[in-house]
């Protein structure tokens, strides 16, 4: 099997390549070198730098604002921003880009095109989502915050939780019921919410790791404009999915690229400690080797059915399922090198807690414990693991649904 790259993907490398070098420091090793504080402030003046020279949206089509280059120039910038140790873009882009700029290039309308997509690249809008709820989360179609038409508003109540940078966003897309008479899936719609106003409260949730990250936000006679919904009423399910089959998609093609940089510090971790010395360190480490090319396998796969214009679908949950369960065992085995080291973590923390530091960070003990911790979070959100199993028993494999509770 021929893995290389064609010859117009290497020749968008050294195009890479070339970018890098001019605009970055001669001394660069990576943003793990910066102190944590100031890890934003050069994202955020990064991010001004893609956008200026239209490496944000690689896929998206020039009409929109993109680059109009195929998945596998979006997987070539991943693998050599992941070598120079630069972010991808901004800490909210895979809300904005990813997730709901891709869903809107497919079910928008005209006029949300032209309004939402320019307003996401430049970084004026910043999106989170509004997915799960206290009482729906594995089961989405749960969903209680309810809108209703009012005029020209949706008027909105309810509740998100676990709503990852809504910290940071002044947009938030919500699943909300606006058919209290339809069946579970049929009575959603996909709202585009402005956070800016006095009806929705942002909430922090403290993480075991200590950190911020998700946040409960609240909606109490929020309003938005009748025309920011995506689809028809009651397709949001729909839309949901196409959504979520963009996340799930195009994060299997890029993914194992961080994951390797990853398994690379923790081999070092190994060999700086001399745990690299204990066979079952070493059988641990290669099981954890043969998982993350396996993974990069899998995601060459789905980079393969991009090229072929194949819409992301339900077997989009094994890459989701994978990850998460791999991130589990490998984050473990970091821990179990590090010994007693693990029980009281010093050093530099990770700039996010949802992998070890980037390039030129040291390998410290706080940086992976932080990981450890928040890795179990993996297997939950986006869709637990036990979902995403019946996802593809189901629609992917097509064996006999899962008995439903029957009520007396």
Known sequence: MDISYPQEAEAFRQRVREF???????????????????????????????????????????????????????????????????????????????????????????????????????????????????NAGSDLANVGTKAELDGDLWVINGQKIWTSAGHLANWIFILARTDAHAEKHKGIS????????????VRPIRMMSGESEFNEVFFTDATTERKNIVGQPGDGWAVAMTLLGYERGEAAATLPIRFRIEFDRLLNLAKETG??????????????????????????????????????????????????????????????????RALLPTGRAPSTSFRTDDPGAPNSSMSWVMTFLNSRAGTIYAGTSQIQRNILAEMVLGLPKEPRAVSA
Request: glycine share 10%; with cysteine.
């Open 20 to 134: 890098l070098k001019v605009n970055l420091p001669p001394d660069w090793v990576g943003t793990g070198a910066l102190e944590k504080s100031q890890v934003m402030e050069f994202t955020n003046s990064w991010r001004r730098t893609l956008f200026e020279n239209n490496l944000l949206a690689l896929s998206w089509p020039k009409e929109y604002g993109g680059a109009g280059l195929s998945p596998l120039e979006q997987v070539v910038l991943s693998e050599e921003f992941a070598k120079a140790g630069v972010p991808f873009g901004g800490t909210n882009d895979q809300f904005g880009i990813q997730m709901i700029g891709n869903t809107l290039i497919e079910w928008g309308t005209d006029e949300q095109k032209r309004r939402f997509l320019p307003r996401i690249l430049s970084g004026e809008d910043r999106w989170c989502q509004g997915y799960s709820e206290p």
């Open 190 to 201: 996909f709202l585009l919410v402005p956070m800016d106003q006095p009806g929705i409260e």
């Open 275 to 340: 745990a690299s010395e204990d066979f079952l360190i070493r059988q641990r480490l290669a099981w954890c080797y043969g998982k993350v090319e396996i993974m990069r396998y899998l995601g060459l796969r789905t980079l393969t059915g991009f090229l072929n214009g194949k819409r992301p679908g339900p077997e989009s949950s094994i890459s989701k399922l994978y990850w998460s369960e791999y991130h589990k065992v490998v984050t473990e085995l970091a821990v179990d090198i590090l010994g007693a």
